[in-house]
Nanobody, 115 residues
């Protein structure tokens, strides 16, 4: 059973920063893509950013230039550094792992950005 545990969410003011972390219960050294998705109230879950084992990254247009995804394979951890946060970034942020045709999700961490 693969588990993904997110942390780092909270309440911040617009313009501030947060760093989210996601620890996987398995090795992430090879053959996977990890990512962060988010779901705002009343909206569908959407991609924020992904990163491959080879460190190729992909970002939603709405977060480009403000968010940075990174990973530490030795710690089985993926990070999302979020800068210049906006009220529209308010959402539950979910960690995602795709490996071997299977997809896994964490339970999410809430990020609230006040104006």
């Amino acid at each position: 059973q693969v588990q993904l545990v997110e942390s780092g969410g909270g309440l911040v003011q617009a313009g501030e920063s947060l760093r989210l972390s996601c620890v996987a219960s398995i090795s992430i050294n090879n053959g996977n893509v990890m990512g962060w998705y988010r779901q705002a109230p009343g909206k569908q879950r959407e991609l924020a950013a992904t990163i491959t084992v080879g460190l190729r990254t992909n970002y939603a247009d709405s977060v480009k230039g403000r968010f940075t995804i990174s990973r530490d394979n030795a710690k089985n951890t993926v990070y999302l550094q979020m800068n210049s946060l906006k009220p529209e970034d308010t959402a539950v942020y979910y960690c995602n792992l795709i490996r071997g045709g299977a997809q896994y999700w964490g339970k999410g961490t809430l990020v609230t950005v006040s104006s």
